[in-house]
Protein backbone atom coordinates (compact mmCIF):
# COMPACT_ATOMS: atom_id res chain seq x y z
CA UNK A 1 0.00 0.00 0.00
CA UNK A 2 1.52 3.53 -1.39
CA UNK A 3 1.96 5.70 1.70
CA UNK A 4 2.83 8.60 -0.66
CA UNK A 5 0.65 8.89 -3.88
CA UNK A 6 0.41 10.93 -7.13
CA UNK A 7 -2.86 10.82 -8.68
CA UNK A 8 -1.93 12.59 -12.02
CA UNK A 9 0.58 10.89 -13.95
CA UNK A 10 0.90 13.47 -16.22
CA UNK A 11 0.54 17.52 -16.59
CA UNK A 12 0.43 19.55 -19.36
CA UNK A 13 1.43 23.30 -19.02
CA UNK A 14 1.62 26.44 -21.26
CA UNK A 15 5.12 28.32 -20.90
CA UNK A 16 5.15 31.34 -18.57
CA UNK A 17 2.33 29.69 -16.53
CA UNK A 18 2.07 27.76 -13.57
CA UNK A 19 2.32 24.25 -12.96
CA UNK A 20 0.95 22.72 -9.79
CA UNK A 21 1.95 19.28 -9.15
CA UNK A 22 0.15 17.44 -6.47
CA UNK A 23 1.22 14.51 -3.69
CA UNK A 24 -1.02 13.33 -0.72
CA UNK A 25 0.36 11.23 1.87
CA UNK A 26 -1.45 8.40 4.85
CA UNK A 27 1.37 8.64 7.54
CA UNK A 28 1.51 11.14 9.46
CA UNK A 29 4.51 10.38 11.44
CA UNK A 30 6.55 12.06 7.76
CA UNK A 31 8.49 14.77 9.08
CA UNK A 32 10.09 15.62 5.96
CA UNK A 33 8.96 15.67 2.40
CA UNK A 34 10.67 16.69 -0.71
CA UNK A 35 10.57 16.75 -4.67
CA UNK A 36 12.81 15.26 -7.07
CA UNK A 37 13.28 16.06 -10.98
CA UNK A 38 13.79 13.54 -13.17
CA UNK A 39 15.03 13.43 -16.93
CA UNK A 40 15.19 10.80 -19.22
CA UNK A 41 18.35 8.63 -18.49
CA UNK A 42 19.18 10.32 -15.32
CA UNK A 43 18.86 9.85 -11.71
CA UNK A 44 16.32 12.08 -10.01
CA UNK A 45 17.56 15.67 -8.81
CA UNK A 46 16.76 17.04 -5.76
CA UNK A 47 15.00 20.16 -5.90
CA UNK A 48 13.41 21.54 -2.55
CA UNK A 49 11.98 19.95 0.26
CA UNK A 50 9.73 20.94 3.46
CA UNK A 51 9.83 20.00 7.04
CA UNK A 52 7.08 19.08 9.07
CA UNK A 53 6.73 21.96 11.46
CA UNK A 54 6.35 24.15 8.19
CA UNK A 55 3.89 25.03 5.59
CA UNK A 56 5.73 26.68 2.85
CA UNK A 57 8.96 26.38 1.39
CA UNK A 58 10.38 29.26 -1.79
CA UNK A 59 13.40 28.71 -3.80
CA UNK A 60 13.07 30.75 -6.71
CA UNK A 61 10.21 29.62 -9.02
CA UNK A 62 9.58 26.70 -6.50
CA UNK A 63 7.46 26.70 -3.75
CA UNK A 64 6.13 23.89 -1.77
CA UNK A 65 3.44 23.65 0.23
CA UNK A 66 2.15 21.83 3.14
CA UNK A 67 -1.41 20.94 4.74
CA UNK A 68 -1.11 18.92 7.12
CA UNK A 69 -4.54 18.46 8.20
CA UNK A 70 -5.32 17.01 4.55
CA UNK A 71 -2.22 15.02 4.41
CA UNK A 72 -0.88 17.11 0.89
CA UNK A 73 1.67 18.55 -0.86
CA UNK A 74 2.09 20.51 -3.94
CA UNK A 75 4.79 22.12 -5.62
CA UNK A 76 4.06 25.25 -7.69
CA UNK A 77 6.58 26.07 -10.67
CA UNK A 78 6.30 29.82 -11.51
CA UNK A 79 6.55 30.71 -14.26
CA UNK A 80 7.39 27.45 -16.00
CA UNK A 81 9.89 26.97 -18.32
CA UNK A 82 10.52 24.46 -21.00
CA UNK A 83 13.15 23.22 -19.42
CA UNK A 84 10.86 21.88 -16.41
CA UNK A 85 9.61 19.59 -18.24
CA UNK A 86 10.51 16.32 -16.51
CA UNK A 87 9.02 13.32 -14.47
CA UNK A 88 8.50 15.46 -10.78
CA UNK A 89 8.48 12.49 -7.77
CA UNK A 90 7.32 13.71 -4.36
CA UNK A 91 8.88 11.55 -1.55
CA UNK A 92 8.32 11.80 2.31
CA UNK A 93 10.39 10.44 5.10
CA UNK A 94 10.09 8.78 8.08
CA UNK A 95 13.48 8.28 10.62
CA UNK A 96 15.67 7.40 7.69
CA UNK A 97 13.14 5.61 5.17
CA UNK A 98 12.08 7.29 1.86
CA UNK A 99 8.74 6.66 0.15
CA UNK A 100 8.22 8.22 -3.18
CA UNK A 101 4.99 8.71 -5.16
CA UNK A 102 5.07 7.10 -8.77
CA UNK A 103 6.13 10.79 -10.89
CA UNK A 104 4.07 13.05 -12.59
CA UNK A 105 5.37 13.68 -16.01
CA UNK A 106 4.95 17.68 -16.28
CA UNK A 107 5.31 18.86 -20.05
CA UNK A 108 5.57 22.59 -20.57
CA UNK A 109 4.37 23.43 -24.17
CA UNK A 110 6.67 26.82 -25.55
CA UNK B 1 32.87 17.05 -9.23
CA UNK B 2 30.67 15.73 -6.79
CA UNK B 3 28.92 12.54 -7.75
CA UNK B 4 27.53 9.15 -7.25
CA UNK B 5 28.81 6.81 -9.73
CA UNK B 6 27.25 3.08 -10.05
CA UNK B 7 28.34 0.56 -12.08
CA UNK B 8 27.47 -1.06 -14.70
CA UNK B 9 24.98 1.06 -16.62
CA UNK B 10 22.92 -2.09 -18.16
CA UNK B 11 23.14 -5.38 -17.60
CA UNK B 12 21.59 -8.32 -18.55
CA UNK B 13 22.07 -12.02 -16.57
CA UNK B 14 20.25 -14.80 -16.30
CA UNK B 15 18.27 -16.39 -13.11
CA UNK B 16 20.33 -17.12 -10.24
CA UNK B 17 23.63 -16.02 -11.56
CA UNK B 18 24.84 -13.49 -8.49
CA UNK B 19 25.42 -9.93 -9.23
CA UNK B 20 26.76 -7.25 -7.47
CA UNK B 21 26.13 -3.14 -8.91
CA UNK B 22 28.91 -0.82 -7.34
CA UNK B 23 28.09 2.33 -5.94
CA UNK B 24 30.75 5.03 -4.74
CA UNK B 25 29.96 8.79 -3.32
CA UNK B 26 33.29 11.31 -3.55
CA UNK B 27 30.70 13.44 -1.04
CA UNK B 28 31.88 12.10 2.16
CA UNK B 29 28.42 11.26 2.64
CA UNK B 30 27.35 9.56 5.85
CA UNK B 31 23.70 8.47 4.18
CA UNK B 32 23.62 5.99 1.54
CA UNK B 33 20.71 3.94 -0.16
CA UNK B 34 19.54 2.31 -2.84
CA UNK B 35 16.24 2.09 -4.74
CA UNK B 36 14.37 0.65 -7.19
CA UNK B 37 12.20 2.45 -9.63
CA UNK B 38 9.48 0.76 -11.85
CA UNK B 39 6.61 1.77 -14.14
CA UNK B 40 3.19 2.98 -12.12
CA UNK B 41 5.30 2.48 -8.29
CA UNK B 42 7.92 5.07 -7.97
CA UNK B 43 11.02 4.52 -6.51
CA UNK B 44 10.94 1.98 -3.50
CA UNK B 45 14.11 2.16 -1.14
CA UNK B 46 16.14 -1.36 -0.88
CA UNK B 47 18.17 -0.86 1.58
CA UNK B 48 19.98 2.50 3.19
CA UNK B 49 22.77 3.21 5.51
CA UNK B 50 23.51 5.63 8.07
CA UNK B 51 27.28 5.03 8.34
CA UNK B 52 30.14 2.15 8.10
CA UNK B 53 28.80 -0.99 9.08
CA UNK B 54 25.23 0.57 9.94
CA UNK B 55 22.81 -0.92 7.46
CA UNK B 56 18.72 -1.03 7.60
CA UNK B 57 16.01 -2.61 5.52
CA UNK B 58 13.90 -0.21 3.36
CA UNK B 59 10.64 -1.18 2.07
CA UNK B 60 11.52 -3.97 -0.46
CA UNK B 61 14.47 -5.53 0.70
CA UNK B 62 14.11 -9.22 -0.21
CA UNK B 63 16.50 -10.59 -2.51
CA UNK B 64 18.97 -7.89 -1.79
CA UNK B 65 21.97 -7.59 0.13
CA UNK B 66 24.13 -4.19 0.83
CA UNK B 67 27.60 -4.06 2.85
CA UNK B 68 29.17 -0.71 3.86
CA UNK B 69 33.01 -1.41 4.47
CA UNK B 70 34.25 1.76 3.95
CA UNK B 71 32.19 5.46 3.51
CA UNK B 72 32.46 5.87 0.11
CA UNK B 73 31.30 2.40 -1.27
CA UNK B 74 27.65 1.08 -0.98
CA UNK B 75 27.70 -2.21 -3.37
CA UNK B 76 24.33 -3.74 -4.29
CA UNK B 77 24.21 -7.50 -4.24
CA UNK B 78 21.70 -9.38 -6.01
CA UNK B 79 22.90 -13.56 -4.81
CA UNK B 80 20.22 -15.40 -6.77
CA UNK B 81 18.53 -12.83 -9.23
CA UNK B 82 15.29 -13.75 -10.30
CA UNK B 83 13.00 -12.39 -13.22
CA UNK B 84 11.14 -9.59 -10.84
CA UNK B 85 14.14 -7.90 -9.88
CA UNK B 86 14.94 -6.63 -13.63
CA UNK B 87 14.12 -2.97 -12.84
CA UNK B 88 15.77 0.58 -12.77
CA UNK B 89 18.30 0.66 -9.73
CA UNK B 90 19.32 4.06 -8.41
CA UNK B 91 22.03 4.83 -5.54
CA UNK B 92 21.90 7.86 -3.68
CA UNK B 93 24.01 9.60 -0.72
CA UNK B 94 23.10 12.29 1.35
CA UNK B 95 25.04 14.17 4.18
CA UNK B 96 23.70 13.58 7.56
CA UNK B 97 20.84 15.67 8.99
CA UNK B 98 21.75 18.82 10.95
CA UNK B 99 20.05 21.36 13.05
CA UNK B 100 17.20 21.27 15.55
CA UNK B 101 14.87 20.70 13.74
CA UNK B 102 16.84 18.55 11.20
CA UNK B 103 17.49 19.85 7.92
CA UNK B 104 17.75 17.34 5.50
CA UNK B 105 19.47 18.67 2.09
CA UNK B 106 18.31 15.47 0.06
CA UNK B 107 19.61 12.68 -1.71
CA UNK B 108 22.50 12.76 -4.95
CA UNK B 109 21.59 10.30 -6.93
CA UNK B 110 23.34 8.10 -9.49
CA UNK B 111 22.75 7.93 -13.16
CA UNK B 112 20.75 4.47 -12.46
CA UNK B 113 21.47 0.54 -13.24
CA UNK B 114 19.03 -0.87 -15.64
CA UNK B 115 18.92 -4.61 -14.74
CA UNK B 116 17.25 -7.42 -17.07
CA UNK B 117 17.05 -10.73 -15.62
CA UNK B 118 15.79 -13.66 -18.08
Known amino acids: DQQVKQNSPSLSVQEGRISILNCDYTNSMFDYFLWYKKYPAEGPTFLIS?????DKNEDGRFTVFLNKSAKHLSLHIVPSQPGDSAVYFC?????????FGSGTKLNVKP | EAQVTQNPRYLITVTGKKLTVTCSQN?????MSWYRQDPGLGLRQIYY???????DKGDVPEGYKVSRKEKRNFPLILESPSPNQTSLYFC?????????????????FGSGTRLTVV
Open chain 2, 49 to 55: SMNVEVT
Open chain 1, 91 to 99: AARNFNKFY
Open chain 2, 92 to 108: ASSPRSTGTPSIFYGYT
Open chain 1, 50 to 54: ISSIK
Open chain 2, 27 to 31: MNHEY
